[in-house]
């Protein structure tokens, strides 16, 4: 499988709980994104590593969420103490760093379907 | 006001017609342009991208950039059922990354045979 994957595809937690999702990009990758899409929205951009450096977070992105990438491979991303306004698809995309920088290609993953009852 | 913002929908051409999906965006520092398509259910795919001003062609599909109005379109010739999604706009400012995409709200086009 070549593409990017996420894991898991769906998650139910109750309020209050922590969770966690991972990704898994393409191997050559050497850019990670994380961004959150609400029903009838666009995704939103949380943050993003280049290697194992975490290089922007958005404003978006309280304290409840961190995200790590160790050893510039897969990242994951928790959410502690969830609330109902977590519930969203949590997606993640990779892209290789390219010289022409204005067509950075993001290849995304199927996302985490997050449901926080 | 969003930052990018899309027309209303949903978009519902017949096929064979031409579907038009418009966006505009609020920062003039952007420097990237991009139209995804989400089917539902399904992750964003990337179907063009667009950072000079004027038209890109590819295949059936027209992207149109003019800076100056802060506008960028999206042109889908003789429209199939198969192009029934999502369309999502995105722009970058660029700079440190540009995969940091901004993304407009989406509009829903229906395909109808």
């Known amino acids: 499988d070549t593409g990017v994957s996420q894991n898991p595809r769906h998650k139910i937690t109750k309020r209050g709980q922590n969770v966690t999702f991972r990704c898994d990009p393409i191997?050559?990758?050497?850019?990670l994104y994380w961004y959150r899409q609400t029903l009838g929205q666009g995704p939103e951009f949380l943050t993003y590593f280049q290697n194992e450096a975490q290089l922007e977070k958005s404003r978006l992105l309280s304290d409840r969420f961190s995200a790590e990438r160790p050893k510039g491979s897969f990242s994951t991303l928790e959410i502690q103490r969830t609330e109902q306004g977590d519930s969203a698809m949590y997606l993640c995309?990779?892209?290789?760093?390219?010289?022409?920088?204005?067509?950075?290609?993001?290849?995304f993953g199927s996302g985490t379907q997050l449901s926080v009852l | 006001q969003k930052e990018v913002e899309q027309n209303s929908g949903p978009l519902s051409v017949p096929e064979g017609a031409i579907a038009s999906l418009n966006c505009t965006y609020s920062d003039r520092g952007s420097q990237s342009f991009f139209w995804y398509r989400q089917y539902s259910g399904k992750s964003p795919e990337l179907i063009m991208f667009?950072?000079?001003?004027g038209d890109k062609e590819d295949g059936r599909f027209t992207a149109q950039l003019n800076k100056a109005s802060q506008y960028v379109s999206l042109l889908i010739r003789d429209s199939q059922p198969s192009d029934s999604a999502t369309y999502l706009c995105a722009v970058t400012a660029g700079g440190t990354s540009y995969g940091k995409l901004t993304f407009g709200q989406g509009t829903i086009l229906t395909v109808h045979p």
């Open positions: 667009i950072y000079s001003n």
């Open positions: 995309a990779s892209s290789s760093r390219v010289p022409i920088a204005t067509n950075e290609k993001l290849f």
């Open positions: 191997s050559e990758h050497n850019r």
